[in-house]
């Protein structure tokens, strides 16, 4: 339990400085926030577990195919954000990543990568 605890913090503490680090500076706050900072704790934690290797890696290898239908959603929030407002704006961006993630899945099956369950 105490390990559990203890990855609570240190993931939580990794997110409350990076929105921290994004009050003082637009730039900084979103280069942490696009580093792969969950991503590397997640790999790290997965190691300290003793998991096998090819659990780790392919954590890894999903996280790079579940990003990428991430990205239009970033570049729709801004423009959406004034013309709809906040609430708005994070629905429409989650329907927008959903739709995105759709499509993108079923682009990359032929090539073998399985993103659907």
């Known amino acids: 339990m105490g390990w559990l605890v203890t990855k609570y913090l240190i993931t939580a503490a990794v997110v409350v400085a990076v929105s921290e680090a994004a009050k003082r500076s637009d730039?900084?706050?979103a280069l942490l926030a696009a580093l792969p900072l969950v991503t590397f704790l997640a790999l790290v934690w997965l190691y300290v577990e003793k998991q096998p290797q090819e659990k780790i890696a392919n954590h890894a290898w999903y996280t790079f195919w579940y990003v990428v239908p991430t990205l239009p959603m970033f570049l729709a929030f801004p423009w959406l954000?004034?013309?709809i407002g906040f609430g708005l704006t994070l629905l429409a961006?989650?329907?927008i990543t959903v739709v995105?993630?759709?499509l993108f899945a079923l682009a990359?099956?032929?090539l073998g990568v399985e993103?659907?369950?």
């Open 108 to 110: 990359v099956r032929p």
């Open 93 to 95: 961006s989650a329907a």
């Open 115 to 117: 993103l659907l369950p």
């Open 27 to 29: 730039r900084l706050g």
């Open 81 to 83: 954000l004034p013309r």
């Open 100 to 102: 995105c993630f759709g």
